[in-house]
């Protein structure tokens, strides 16, 4: 175990270096000039000049990454050009919201999917199974953005259920997990669960499908085993490959809510990307790519580490 784990980390540490690299050169390839959100278009040569020398955008592209990846080591992130505020305390304060809708989100999603794809693979061709399947196409094919303004328009304005925007009746600083906080969340986690509900009803289905048409699953019959300790043994033989599916779907509620964020105006990553972009804000976007990308590098490692304790046999792999 030992030994698979070091194997693990090995294989995370180039990736982890890849992403520093990708966070810091891709926001270079946006058109704009960051200098634009502090100073007016018609300052002197030598204010921008100063700016320039200020944030470091005077010295060689590699330079200028090298100085960044030391500073994010020792947990400086820079300084958002727009705000002047640190990168660091807006990020983290922004990860906090976007936990807390993608764990919710994340957990409707995960439930629904391995409910609706554990009842369509144990009733194959079955209208329960049509009924699973056509609710799976529906969740991918539908877009965040579109259905978060159809929610808001029905549930929001027409019925008048939940509040359209912001998290919170105090705001974000002031969340603590009541009905009434609650009710600001409905929305935007109901948006953002549809997709994995839907990737995972499709991969729990055709997972469970499949360990029916195996062998041992007739002989438990045959040695008379009772349903549930049959679903037990599929549970377990599927569990693997489910968890890596939805390990990446919370990676992708992190990271790609920005447009679900923004429609509802929540106060996480998303809306702080968002933000950055327009704003062209470089030190912010770095640093809030790297964070959210870590994330994901991180969170697919702690399911490296678990997927053995479900199946030894991967070990050996």
């Known amino acids: 175990m030992l030994g698979y784990l070091f194997r693990r980390i090995l294989y995370a540490i180039p990736i982890a270096l890849g992403v520093t690299v990708i966070s810091f050169v891709l926001v270079y390839?946006?058109?704009?000039?960051?200098?634009?959100?502090?100073?007016?278009?018609?300052a002197p040569a030598d204010v921008i000049e100063a700016l320039k020398s200020a944030y470091g955008l005077d010295r060689p592209l590699v330079v200028q990454y090298g100085l960044w990846l030391l500073r994010a080591l020792q947990g400086d992130l820079g300084?958002?050009?727009?705000?002047?505020?640190?990168?660091s305390t807006e990020v983290f304060s922004a990860i906090a919201n976007t936990l807390r809708l993608a764990c919710v989100a994340s957990f409707l999603g995960v439930f629904m999917g391995c409910l609706l794809g554990g009842i369509a693979?144990?009733?194959?061709?079955?209208?329960?199974?049509?009924?699973?399947?056509?609710?799976?196409?529906?969740?991918?094919?539908?877009?965040?953005y579109w259905l978060g303004l159809v929610l808001t328009i029905v549930f929001s304005i027409t019925l008048g259920w939940f509040p359209a925007m912001g998290a919170g009746p105090g705001g974000s600083g002031e969340w603590v997990w009541d009905l009434e906080h609650m009710r600001f969340m409905a929305l935007p986690a109901l948006t953002l669960c549809v997709i994995p509900m839907g990737i995972i009803t499709r991969t729990v289905k055709a997972l469970v499908s499949d360990m029916f048409e195996q062998e041992f699953v007739v002989?438990?019959?045959?040695?008379?085993?009772?349903?549930?300790?049959?679903?037990?043994?599929?549970?377990?033989?599927?569990?693997?490959t489910v968890l890596a599916v939805a390990a990446l779907q919370v990676g992708y509620l992190m990271g790609g809510s920005i447009l679900v964020e923004t429609v509802f105006a929540w106060p996480g990553t998303g809306f702080l990307l968002n933000t950055a972009i327009f704003q062209r804000d470089i030190p912010l976007l770095q640093g809030t790519l790297l964070i959210l990308c870590m994330f994901f590098v991180v969170l697919n490692l702690m399911v490296d580490v678990v997927q053995p304790l479900l199946d030894p046999r991967m070990l050996r792999a």
């Open 79 to 87: 300084t958002s050009i727009a705000s002047g505020r640190q990168v």
């Open 29 to 42: 390839l946006a058109p704009g000039d960051p200098l634009n959100a502090i100073a007016p278009a018609d």
């Open 219 to 240: 002989s438990l019959r045959a040695r008379g085993l009772t349903p549930f300790g049959i679903f037990k043994h599929i549970a377990k033989n599927t569990a693997p």
């Open 121 to 144: 693979g144990y009733n194959k061709a079955s209208w329960l199974d049509r009924l699973a399947t056509t609710c799976s196409v529906i969740g991918v094919s539908v877009p965040h």
